[in-house]
Structure formats: structure tokens, C-alpha cells
């Protein structure tokens, strides 16, 4: 397994951006699909955005859509999520992920199907 290392978080108004970026050690990026989870107290961790370890194909929450942009970047073991019009509902504990399994179906989502996490990183957005 690799290690992630997510950037520092921030504090931001509603409405503001943020982006976040996730450092791959241990290992080479480009077998891995790569992820976003995040979450709140007393709530479990729910899925944000994935991406393909080619990048061809990208997916994400139907809460985030539209808004999140998750990117990689294999020259720089690093992935980032770009978010934009940040809402109150998006404060969290946001965590990195990755796998070097085929994911199958509508697993994307699931927590089980991730075996490589980050320590999390605290965004707060206050309206």
C-alpha cells in the first residue's frame, strides 16, 4: 500500500473555492484510481469524486457535481480536487483514497472498495 498525505485544509465563506491536493509516497501513481471521501461528525464517510488511473473517466457525487474537479497529476505522484462554490453542507473531514483494483459496477462509492487512506484534512465553509 501506498501513503497519502492530503494538503492542509482551510476555512472558506460560501461561495469561495479550495483545492486540495493529495501526495502519493511509496509508490508510483499512474496504476492507481484515486478518490475523494468526506466526512462530518457522526456520519459516515461518504463518497465525492474518484478518477481513473488513466484519467479517462471521472465520477463524482450528485452533490458535488458541477461544482468538484478531481485532476492527476503522475509526473507529481499528486491529486488534486479543485471545489468551486463551496456551500455550508460541504464542511468536512475530507479524506484521499486509492486502489490498484479494478473497480467493478457501482462500487466506486463504497468505502470496502478503497485500500489506501489519508489522514483527512478539515475544510470549513461558513455561511
Known amino acids: 500500500q501506498v501513503q497519502l498525505v492530503e494538503s492542509e485544509g482551510g476555512s472558506v465563506q460560501a461561495g469561495g473555492s479550495l483545492k486540495l491536493s493529495c501526495e502519493v509516497l511509496?509508490?508510483?501513481?499512474?496504476?492507481?484510481?484515486l478518490g475523494w471521501f468526506r466526512q462530518t461528525p457522526g456520519n459516515e464517510r461518504k463518497f465525492v469524486a474518484a478518477?481513473?488511473?488513466?484519467?479517462?473517466?471521472?465520477r463524482y457525487s450528485d452533490s458535488v457535481r458541477g461544482r468538484f474537479t478531481i485532476s492527476r497529476d503522475n509526473s507529481k505522484n499528486t491529486c488534486y480536487l479543485q471545489m468551486t462554490n463551496l456551500k455550508s453542507e460541504d464542511t468536512g473531514v475530507y479524506y484521499c483514497v486509492a486502489t490498484g483494483d479494478v473497480i467493478l459496477g457501482g462500487r466506486w462509492p463504497d468505502t470496502e472498495t478503497w485500500d489506501s487512506w489519508g489522514r483527512g484534512t478539515q475544510v470549513t465553509v461558513s455561511s
Open positions: 478518477i481513473t488511473y488513466s484519467a479517462f473517466s471521472e
Open positions: 511509496g509508490g508510483p501513481m499512474r496504476g492507481l484510481n
